[in-house]
């Protein structure tokens, strides 16, 4: 399982930005997809994910400003990142579980205030 995260970049606070995160399988095959991100000296923490059966499940701290979606047709999750935060500053890691935990490679997002 390979999973190619993108999107991020350098963007003012307030800004938006989105992340996608492409996998190379079906993603109705993997129970969830999702998003955890990690902040210089911080552990990785849960964004958002969406499950199989399409539920989701935000962090406190992005709730009504990020949103997750995910287009079946080309295997890939989105984070949509509206009204950004310079404490949101962090690499974000895409995820799946399948019968492993699986990670991209982790994109930059970088929020100046």
């Known amino acids: 399982v390979q999973l190619q995260a993108s999107g991020g970049g350098l963007v003012q606070a307030g800004g938006s930005l989105r992340l996608s995160c492409a996998a190379s399988?079906?993603?109705?095959?993997?129970?969830?997809v999702g998003w955890y991100r990690q902040a210089p000296g911080k552990e990785r923490e849960l964004v958002a994910i969406i499950t199989s059966g399409g539920n989701i499940v935000y962090a406190d701290f992005v709730k009504d400003r990020f949103t997750i979606s995910r287009d079946i047709a080309k295997n890939t999750v989105h984070l949509q990142m509206n009204s950004l935060k310079a404490e949101d500053t962090a690499v974000y890691y895409c995820?799946?579980?399948?019968?492993?935990?699986?990670w991209g490679q982790g994109t930059q997002v970088t929020v100046s205030s």
């Open positions: 399988r079906n993603i109705f095959s993997f129970y969830r």
């Open positions: 995820n799946a579980l399948l019968n492993l935990n699986y």
